[in-house]
């Protein structure tokens, strides 16, 4: 008898343990309801198929990153703190992430590949939460006068390599951590307001 009621949250941690055995190419919808103990019916009538299933487990695992990227973004503090405090926070999640479980991180990695509108959604509200900093900064005069969704979607793509996954592969470079205060240092100069770009050595 399966234990309690079935539900989206049940399917989406059993999916995880099955695309952990067999690998994200492989794991189904029959092997979710088995390891559930149910009908691969019983599944189906919370996901309609295997491609809804695959959107499940790739929302459900980006959603548990953003909490705290949600709360840096609205809160009070001058915009380029917040700024700089939500991408440390992004480009940590993610590399957590991928130290602490590299094979389902890798798993993940392939099933977001084909959840393209789940994948899509995900880094839209990545550049929105930049935006709602950006459009503070603005305001205030901290920032120039830009668009802030069309800012907010230049950082994120400037700074892909320091936390996008299909960078997770140089991610162990130690001289990674100078080159990004090198980028943000370069993408400051050109959105804080009266900030002269460092002169080369």
């Known amino acids: 008898m399966p234990d309690g009621p079935l539900t989206r949250e049940r ?10 055995k067999y690998g994200p190419a492989k794991a189904t919808v029959v092997d979710v309801a088995r390891a559930l103990g149910v009908s691969h019916a019983a599944v189906y009538r919370h996901v309609a198929s295997k491609a809804e299933l695959r959107d499940l487990v790739v929302g459900r695992w980006m959603e548990t990153i953003m909490p705290p990227l949600r709360a840096i973004a609205t809160k009070s503090g001058p915009a380029t703190e917040r700024l700089r405090e939500l991408f440390g926070a992004l480009i940590a999640v993610k590399r957590r992430r991928s130290s602490e479980d590299p094979e389902l991180f890798t798993a993940y990695r392939a099933l977001a590949a084909d959840a393209q509108s789940v994948a899509a959604a995900h880094v839209d ?17 901290t920032f120039r006068t830009v668009d ?18 299909a960078h997770a592969g140089d991610w162990s470079d130690p001289a990674l951590a100078a080159a990004f205060v090198d980028v943000w240092q370069l993408l400051m100069d050109g959105l804080v307001t009266g900030r002269k770009p460092r002169k080369s050595e």
């Open 148 to 165: 802030p969704v069309t800012a907010g979607r230049a950082l994120l793509f400037a700074t892909s390599r320091f936390h996008h996954p």
């Open 11 to 20: 399917i989406w941690a059993t999916a995880e343990d099955a695309i952990r």
């Open 125 to 141: 509200e990545l550049i929105e939460l930049t935006a709602t900093i950006i459009r503070t900064g603005v305001r205030d005069g």
